[in-house]
Nanobody
Framework: EVQLQASGGGLVQAGGSLRLSCAVFGSTFDDYSISWFRQAPGKEREGISCIHSLDGTLYYADSVKGRFTISSDNAKNTVYLQMNSLKPEDTAVYYC??????????????????WGKGTQVTVSS
């Protein structure tokens, strides 16, 4: 069974940075593409970024484009989300999730197979 462990959340001032990590256990890293989601209080969960495990294609939601960067370290079986220029509206619980990789289909924000526990990000104004 695949297990995901998200970490790196915390409290930061607006304009600051955080780097989230998603460690993947129990699978060959190429088998699953990783997506990052967030959910703020009273709001729906939002897919914000994903990385295709075979071709490395990256996707970003408009809300984070230009500020967040997703990357992977295959040797460490870990996907990172570097978050810069943080805003109070980025405050949310952040989750990583895995979807079985299909070579001809981009990474996605639906039909995820495994989820990690969330990590809280709080941005103060």
């Amino acid at each position: 069974e695949v297990q995901l462990q998200a970490s790196g959340g915390g409290l930061v001032q607006a304009g600051g940075s955080l780097r989230l990590s998603c460690a993947v256990f129990g699978s060959t890293f190429d088998d699953y593409s990783i997506s990052w989601f967030r959910q703020a209080p009273g709001k729906e969960r939002e897919g914000i970024s994903c990385i295709h495990s075979l071709d490395g294609t990256l996707y970003y939601a408009d809300s984070v484009k230009g500020r967040f960067t997703i990357s992977s370290d295959n040797a460490k079986n870990t996907v990172y989300l570097q978050m810069n220029s943080l805003k109070p509206e980025d405050t949310a619980v952040y989750y990583c999730a895995a979807a079985l990789t299909i070579a001809t289909i981009p990474c996605r924000y639906y039909g995820m197979d495994y989820w990690g526990k969330g990590t809280q990000v709080t941005v103060s104004s």
